[in-house]
């Protein structure tokens, strides 16, 4: 079960992940987008929306500095166990907590206001669904397992497991004593990642990097404005 869960598992949902994203760019490129309802309501957007991006795109940093960085590179700055377990939870902590706020906001969002519950498809429910337990079981891990027990030391564990996966060589006996909230943490980020080809998180993936060297576009009122109407009865 161990190999299943640390070897199998992982390739089977990066597998999915890699060929969907693929097939659905071959096959659905008009449909690669990420869906925006702004024209459908902007009040609860304005504030959920950033609060969600800031929070995962500082929790990505987190996860790069914590996992891809080998504890010994720590060791060899004269960074202590404490020092970086209190800086991992404070930022972690705060940075996480922005995204689950985020989260829960659109998630109110779309519940709340019909036209965007309307507009809402099964994959947008799967998207929210898989990204808030993997958010919540991060959290539960940082804030109150951390916590509760002495903070759990991932460098030595997750940390070369992950290495790993991506060397393709992964090693099962690394994750058999992680902390069962960690472990369902990392089951549902890679069933997160498997789904995201089938859902609007296929945008991660667009950079549009064109919009800064796209000619500048004009945008004209339908109706003239104050200022136009008043030149234009004094014959300017
Ligand atoms: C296979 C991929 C992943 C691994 C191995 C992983 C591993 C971890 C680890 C080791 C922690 C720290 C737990 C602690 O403080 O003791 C953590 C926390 C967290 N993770 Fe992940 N994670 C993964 C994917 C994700 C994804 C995709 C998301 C977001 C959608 C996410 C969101 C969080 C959050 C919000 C926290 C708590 C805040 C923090 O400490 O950064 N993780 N994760």
């Given at each position: 079960m161990n190999e299943f869960l640390w070897v199998v598992y992982p390739y089977l949902c990066l597998m999915v992940l890699v060929v969907g994203m693929l097939s659905r760019y071959?096959?659905?490129?008009?449909?690669?987008?990420?869906?925006?309802?702004?024209?459908?309501?902007?009040?609860?957007?304005?504030?959920?929306?950033?609060?969600?991006?800031?929070?995962?795109?500082?929790?990505?940093?987190?996860?790069?500095?914590?996992?891809?960085?080998?504890?010994?590179?720590?060791?060899?700055?004269?960074?202590?166990?404490?020092?970086?377990?209190?800086?991992?939870?404070?930022?972690?902590?705060?940075?996480?907590?922005?995204?689950?706020?985020?989260?829960?906001?659109?998630?109110?969002?779309?519940?709340?206001?019909?036209?965007?519950?309307?507009?809402?498809?099964?994959?947008?429910?799967?998207?929210?669904?898989?990204?808030?337990?993997?958010?919540?079981?991060?959290?539960?891990?940082?804030?109150v397992y951390n916590v509760s027990h002495l903070p759990y030391e991932y460098r030595t564990t997750v940390g070369p497991w992950i290495r790993g996966v991506i060397l393709l060589h992964p090693d099962a006996a690394l994750m058999a004593h992680v902390p069962l909230v960690l472990q369902l943490h990392i089951l549902t980020a890679l069933a997160l990642f498997a789904v995201s080809p089938f859902t609007r998180l296929v945008h991660i993936f667009s950079l549009p990097l064109a919009y800064l060297r796209r000619a500048p576009m004009q945008y004209r009122r339908r109706t003239p404005a104050p200022f136009e109407r008043a030149r234009r009865d004094e014959g300017i």
């Open positions: 071959n096959y659905d490129q008009i449909g690669w987008t990420s869906k925006s309802s702004e024209l459908l309501e902007k009040r609860l957007l304005r504030l959920g929306s950033p609060l969600f991006h800031w929070g995962i795109i500082f929790v990505f940093l987190g996860h790069v500095a914590g996992l891809l960085v080998p504890i010994e590179v720590y060791r060899s700055l004269g960074v202590t166990e404490h020092l970086y377990h209190m800086g991992a939870m404070a930022m972690g902590g705060l940075t996480g907590l922005m995204t689950l706020v985020g989260l829960l906001l659109l998630l109110w969002r779309r519940l709340s206001v019909r036209r965007v519950l309307r507009h809402t498809s099964g994959g947008d429910w799967l998207a929210l669904l898989f990204l808030i337990a993997t958010v919540t079981l991060g959290l539960l891990m940082t804030l």
